[in-house]
């Protein structure tokens, strides 16, 4: 009897905005994808938000790109309570709270050391007051972990492609070096 690596299957339900896999969540409807695989718990992570954020902004404002940001649970383990799986599950929140990319930020602004407890679970709904999720729903999702499954299915069909490291950028499927000017480089070369 031959095994065979666990192939992702998809969870029961996904966020709003998700892609077609659903491994993803869209931002914007440019005709040039760009994939960034992302971990809430990875400082790299943090400094491609700071460093990359605002060029990506931009090419989704002026409709260049369709940005689809599969936040991972790859660094589960550097943490005491599943930290990067209980954020990635809380942006989902957001992401039906059309909210995902305020709290994004939220979370990498807020990123608790590698090695330590995560944010709690109070804490990360705390952190969606200011990126404008008011209300029960949000709270509820992240304390319920509505989409604990949906981040387990995202980190493994991350690994299914190879990606094995955070931040992971790819334009139109070709990895690129995750600097803005490399990525605005390969926007503007495979750009209509």
């Known amino acids: 009897m031959s095994t065979r690596p666990q192939r992702a299957t998809a969870p029961a339900r996904v966020p709003a905005g ?14 040039v994808t760009v994939d960034v695989y992302v971990d809430f718990l990875c400082p790299y992570c943090r400094s491609f938000e700071q460093a990359s954020g605002p060029a990506l902004n931009a090419m989704v404002k ?58 709690t679970d109070d804490e990360l709904i705390e952190l969606g007051g200011p990126a404008g999720l008011g209300g029960p729903a949000f709270g509820e999702g992240v304390r319920d972990g509505t989409y604990l499954d949906w981040t387990a299915y995202v980190t493994r069909k991350a690994v299914e492609r190879g990606v094995s490291a955070t931040p992971t950028v790819l334009v139109e499927g070709i990895p690129v070096q995750t600097d803005p000017q490399a990525i605005v480089a390969a926007v503007a070369a495979v750009a209509p």
């Open 62 to 119: 002026d409709r260049t790109i369709s940005l689809v940001c599969h936040p991972t649970g790859f660094l589960d383990r550097l943490s005491a309570d599943r930290y990067s799986s209980r954020a990635s599950a809380a942006s989902g929140c957001a992401s039906d709270g059309g909210r995902f990319v305020e709290y994004t930020r939220a979370l990498f602004a807020g990123q608790p050391p590698e090695g330590g407890p995560g944010l």
């Open 18 to 31: 998700a892609s077609a896999d659903g491994d993803g969540i869209v931002v914007g409807t440019g005709p």
